[in-house]
Structure formats: C-alpha cells, structure tokens
C-alpha cells in the first residue's frame, strides 16, 4: 500500500488525548481486564474524544467489511474481517466469546481496524483504539441481528444466541490515506 | 465476521513447527531485530513449512489487497491495507523503511495478514507469521514495481528509491473461513 497523502492524528490532532501504553508496565490502572458481563475492560480517563477525519467517516457508515488485528496473549498479531458499526463516538464489533478474538481482547484490549474503499484501493481508514466495554449480546443477538439488518447480511437468526458479545472500541488515534 | 466453517491449522496440521512466543522472554534466540541491509529478522529452525489451505491459495495468487496487522513498539495494534506476493512459501510485501510498519517488525517480526474474497465476503484467509528478512529494495525499487505490475498498480516508477524495502514473511499458521 501507497503511502501517498497519509496523515495520522496521533500527534497533529490530539496529543493530549494520547494513551501511550508499554506492554510492560504503565498500561496498569488504565486497564483491567474483566469477564463479560462486568462489561469494563478499559476506560479513558482524560475525557477526550478522537476525532475521525471527516473525509473519511463514509467508511465508518457504509457497510463495508473491516479488518480488525488484535494481539493474541502470546504477543503475535491476528487480523480477522469484521462486521462494525459507528454511533459517532465509539465502533462496536460483535463476536462469540468463545472466539480467540474475544480472548485477545480480554488480554490486550488494543486493536486497530482498517477499512478500504472498495471504489478506491488506495483510499483508507485506520482506526486504533482499545475495546473499552464487552457486554452480553440481549435477547439472544440482538446486536448479531442488528448488524446483520445494516450489511444486509444472510442470517435470521444470530449464530451466537447465548455466547455473542458487544465489543465496543474507543477510538485513541486514525491514519489515512486517499482524499 | 461470522466463524462459520472456520479452522485453524496452528495445531491441526503442524504442531511441531508452532513458533510459540511470549513477548517477555522465551522470543530471544529465534529471532533478532536489526537492520535493513542486515537482512536477517527471524528465522525459523525447524525446518517446517506451513502449509496454506489448498481451497483458499487463489486468495494469496490473486492480485487483491490484505490487511496486515503489525505490533507497535508500545504493545498496541496497527493494520493497514498491504500489496502483497506468493511465491508458494513465503508471502512479500514492500513498504518504505521511513513507515511505522518498519519500525513495528523491527521490534516485533510477528505479523497477520487477512484477505478477503471480493466476490464472498465471508469467504477468507489469515496468514499469521514472522517477518524473517528486510532487504533493500535493488536497482531504485525493481520490488516495488513487480508489485505494480501484478497489481495493474498507477505507478510508473517506485515510490521508495532509495528507501525500499522487501519484507519477507514465512507463514506459522493460517485461519480460514468459508469454502
């Protein structure tokens, strides 16, 4: 992938609303990993808000498949395409808590997700941030059902009736590429 | 993303070729970072090859676009949409060595590429693996424009001239979903 016209709000939008984090130490208070149903798994705690690039918010909205990487307990990478919805602040995944997404997270609640256009290959959004909540998934999906309903996908019923979790992710920093 | 039909030849098809690595202290030994020009990231010793899903290699020979997941140097996730190349045993990608995707598999060479079926998205591959060498891309970026070329790329010449590199990554294990 080109790196043409790529911009990263780490630093040039919102130093102060950085979360640095070492695998090996700081990363503790800010943190705590939680069953499911506790629901805080992390939460920031400066009150700032990152802001998604305007120009690229349409790959936020549309329903388009995502690929999240999550660290996995043992610190290697995994990336699986996902499902995501986008209320405006925070995008929120779903899977089966039996999944190995579901304990990368719960170890190392980080993750970065990255959308190309499908018009455009070299037009991207990449939104890190850390899975701050993971709740049930109600009434048996729910969530699994209202996703299914925004990428018109082909279920009808959720195939995680009793297991399926609502990951939400606070966005911490994007990068971009494209106009 | 839905797991259906999903495997996962980490134990399955190879366990004894498993690179098992935790961040903190067994990684040392099997692999070193150092760098571009030095070319040696990681190497296997074990002599295995993973094998990729026969059903899932037009993902790989196909000219689509991954997703690679790398590992910043403070522990968090990154992805972002890679050109990628198969030769049947180790897939390559080409960055410049000025990104922070060099910087990430110089601290940590283990990386996970996804990619998705164009045609089913709920057909794709994970390639997880190390990035075992970093070399120079030669004769002002030849690497870069053989991408360009299986890519039907825009470019007529390489982005990185002079900071080019290959990256080369030898799959550990893979994940798939659909037929």
């Known amino acids: 992938m ?5 911009t990263d709000t780490d630093q040039a939008d ?3 609303c950085r979360t640095r984090v070492n695998n090996r130490a700081p990363i503790a208070g800010r943190w705590l990993p939680v069953e499911v149903g506790n ?5 920031r ?5 990152t802001v998604i690039p305007e120009s690229h918010t349409d790959l936020l909205t549309r329903p388009l498949f995502g690929h999240l990487a999550t660290i996995r307990p043992d610190g290697t990478a995994q990336s699986n395409p996902v499902w995501y919805i986008w209320d405006g602040e ?5 899977f089966s808590t039996k999944q190995q997404k579901h304990r990368n997270v719960l170890t190392n609640p980080h ?3 990255s959308i190309q256009d499908p018009e455009d290959p070299y037009r991207y959004l990449e939104v890190r941030g850390i899975v701050e909540t993971v709740d049930p998934d109600p009434n048996g999906g729910e969530f699994f059902m209202k996703l299914n309903t925004h990428y ?9 009736p009793t297991e399926g979790g609502i990951y939400t992710m606070r966005p911490t920093s994007t990068s971009k590429q494209g106009q």
């Open 45 to 49: 705690v400066d009150g700032c808000v």
């Open 14 to 16: 919102s130093p102060v």
């Open 2 to 6: 080109v790196p043409r016209k790529r």
């Open 39 to 43: 629901s805080i798994l992390a939460r």
């Open 111 to 113: 993750v970065a997700l």
């Open 90 to 94: 925070v995008v929120q995944f779903t």
């Open 152 to 160: 018109n996908g082909p279920f009808t019923e959720s195939l995680y």
